[in-house]
């Protein structure tokens, strides 16, 4: 069965930066497209990053573009998510996702990011 478990959240001064990291097991990493969402109260989930299972491609919401970068490393099977410039609106809890071509969804259980001075 297939496992993410996220690290690298926590408290942030607003401009700062974190490095999210999800590590993957039970399965065959670079099977799956690897994602990055966040859910803020009130707000609905929504998707922040996303990466191909090769890496070749990655995508990003437009309120992140140019300050967040999803990389993956499929030699430790783990994704990350580097945020920078952050801002009180980015606090969320952030979660993982692994996404195979068959349909196969997969969730960590999600990791805090608080932005506030």
């Known amino acids: 069965q297939v496992k993410l478990v996220e690290s690298g959240g926590g408290l942030v001064q607003p401009g700062g930066s974190l490095r999210l990291s999800c590590t993957f097991s039970g399965g065959t990493f670079s099977r799956y497209g690897m994602n990055w969402y966040r859910q803020a109260p009130g707000n609905e989930r929504e998707l922040v990053a996303g990466?191909?299972?090769?890496?070749?491609?990655?995508n990003y919401a437009e309120l992140v573009k140019g300050r967040f970068t999803i990389s993956r490393d499929n030699a430790k099977n783990t994704v990350y998510l580097q945020m920078n410039s952050l801002k009180p609106e980015d606090t969320a809890v952030y979660s993982c996702?692994?996404?195979?071509?068959?349909?196969?969804?997969?969730w960590g259980q999600g990791i805090q990011v608080t932005v506030s001075s």
């Open positions: 996702n692994a996404r195979s071509i068959w349909g196969s969804d997969y």
């Open positions: 990466i191909t299972n090769a890496g070749g491609r990655t």
